[in-house]
């Protein structure tokens, strides 16, 4: 792997008494697609805040460029996420804002423009994610998927090195989302960014994907590129890759028997 842009050394976090993250350690490289995959409620997105210095580690530390985020001044922490860009999962649109606006609103606050200048700028955006033409529409005007492109444009308004996508193809249909991944790879390499993809979309993630970690019970629990993971022989990760309804992950909630549930749900007692 090339040289990280970030990276995680020895991180736990917990939220009151779950450990999330046990002592896990990654590298995100530059120039490289990396994907943070699992099944749910493994904490996928609040690895990205951590990364993104949302949320504060318990332990460890979080490299960005080789400046550890969280001893960061407030002001110096500021300048730091100027370098990068997240598509949040909900895509997470001014409401009260046209898609041009959207777009712009990173620019106004942060940049020193002129209304010329500007207005190319956000055209250039909408015109790589092919919604040149929707800039007068407002947000409740928009199909998921076109909700989504129009974020992902807003989300590169300011150029960043590093994008954070959070679980981008959820809820889209097969060719949206085939839209979503052509999107982002040839974005990716256009302007030669470093790009993290927090999902559990296997195969779409997977077709663009540089390499993988797999995230379960607060471990890192497989790494490698997507051929890799999809020969791996562990249960986890071939449950999770090939999609399997059972195994490591369990179907049934763990409870006791099915006649010790009976008895109990009809107020008597289990009998052998």
Not at 129 to 135: M, P, S
Not at 145 to 160: H, N, Q
Not at 209 to 214: F, K, S
Request: zero cysteines.
């Amino acid at each position: 792997m090339s040289s990280a842009l970030v990276s995680l050394k020895n991180v736990s976090f917990s939220r009151g008494d779950r450990l999330i993250f046990d002592n896990i350690s990654l590298e995100i490289p530059k120039g490289k697609i990396t994907a943070i995959m699992g099944p749910s409620g493994t904490g996928k997105t609040t690895l990205l805040r951590l990364m993104s210095a949302q949320l504060y580690p318990d332990h460890g530390q979080i490299l960005f460029d080789g400046v550890d985020l969280h001893q960061q001044s407030q002001s110096s922490l500021f300048e730091l996420r100027k370098r990068m860009g997240m598509l949040f999962q909900s895509g997470g649109l001014f409401t009260n804002l046209n898609v041009f606006e959207n777009v712009a609103f990173s620019l106004r606050e942060h940049a020193r423009l002129s209304s010329d200048l500007l207005n190319d700028l956000v055209l250039m955006k909408l015109n790589a994610v092919g919604l040149r033409g929707a800039r007068h529409l407002m947000p409740s005007e928009l199909s998921g998927g076109m909700s989504r492109r129009v974020a992902l444009a807003r989300a590169l308004a300011m150029d960043p090195e590093l994008m954070f996508y959070d679980e981008p193809f959820t809820g889209q249909d097969p060719i949206t989302m085939g839209v979503l991944v052509k999107l982002i790879k040839e974005i990716h390499q256009a302007l030669h960014l470093t790009s993290v993809i927090v999902s559990h979309d296997v195969q779409e993630t997977a077709s663009i994907a540089d390499y993988i970690y797999l995230l379960f019970n607060g471990k890192i629990a497989a790494k490698g590129t997507p051929e890799e993971l999809f020969k791996d022989s562990s249960p986890v990760v071939q449950q999770f890759m090939q999609g399997l309804p059972d195994g490591v992950v369990p179907f049934q909630f763990p409870s006791k028997t099915f006649i010790e549930d009976l008895a109990l749900a009809s107020g008597g007692e289990s009998h052998d």
